[in-house]
T-cell receptor
Framework: DAGVIQSPRHEVTEMGQEVTLRCKPI?????LFWYRQTMMRGLELLIY????????DSGMPEDRFSAKMPNASFSTLKIQPSEPRDSAVYFC??????????????FGPGTRLTVL | AQSVSQHNHHVILSEAASLELGCNYS??????LFWYVQYPGQHLQLLLK??????LVKGIKGFEAEFIKSKFSFNLRKPSVQWSDTAEYFC???????????FGTGTRLQVTL
């Protein structure tokens, strides 16, 4: 398996622009997580899905952030409009649902977002 | 709310030194525990995990961790570190039947030659 795939790997945009981050989880995994990592706040869980359904979005910073998972193999995280404080590395992770492996998350390479 | 504390933010060791990174959590019920590692410029990878049974768990690359329930701790150890162990280490807890993890703030390990 190719692992979790994220695109783009790097994104530089100007304040006010819309940004869309993409993630393809590992096939067969039932859970998908979006995280944000910054020096100041560390690793923060933004939202996660189970079987394509959003379960907990309490970590989404504000209404400018939205996430979708239209099918089992694709998810997007959108920021509109983007602001400089959104600059961070955004990770997607997926996890199987089997009881003995819940919590064992497989992370993608991340998208480094810079908002100027 | 449950929390995970990693008290060592930055650790510097010489090669061959022994390593112990602390991790404490605040959840009182059943937990699953994890250590993840993030090498410079890379994504997080699972180092080891505890679900049940023997509280001393062994992971990849010679790492091990011990679950001490009475102390709410899950410390990471390695008898002799290598320069290639330079990375950031994250402790994570999955309380009860939750589907998500709570991560600590991470410990940056720097191993010098």
């Amino acid at each position: 398996d190719a692992g979790v795939i994220q695109s783009p790997r790097h994104e530089v945009t100007e304040m006010g622009q819309e940004v869309t981050l993409r993630c393809k989880p590992i096939s067969g995994h039932d859970y998908l997580f979006w995280y944000r990592q910054t020096m100041m706040r560390g690793l923060e869980l933004l939202i996660y899905f189970n079987n394509n359904v959003p379960i907990d979005d309490s970590g989404m910073p504000e209404d400018r952030f939205s996430a979708k998972m239209p099918n089992a193999s694709f998810s997007t995280l959108k920021i509109q409009p983007s602001e400089p404080r959104d600059s961070a590395v955004y990770f997607c992770a997926s996890s199987p649902a089997r009881a003995t492996r819940i919590g064992e998350q497989f992370f993608g390479p991340g998208t480094r977002l810079t908002v100027l | 709310a449950q929390s995970v504390s990693q008290h060592n933010h930055h650790v510097i060791l010489s090669e061959a030194a022994s390593l112990e990174l602390g991790c404490n959590y605040s959840y009182g019920g059943t937990v699953n525990l994890f250590w993840y590692v993030q090498y410079p410029g890379q994504h997080l990878q699972l180092l080891l995990k505890y679900f049940s049974g023997d509280p001393l768990v062994k992971g990849i690359k010679g790492f091990e961790a011990e679950f001490i329930k009475s102390k709410f701790s899950f410390n990471l150890r390695k008898p002799s570190v290598q320069w290639s162990d330079t990375a950031e280490y994250f402790c994570a807890v999955r309380p009860g039947t939750a589907s998500k993890l709570t991560f600590g703030t991470g410990t940056r390990l720097q191993v010098t030659l």
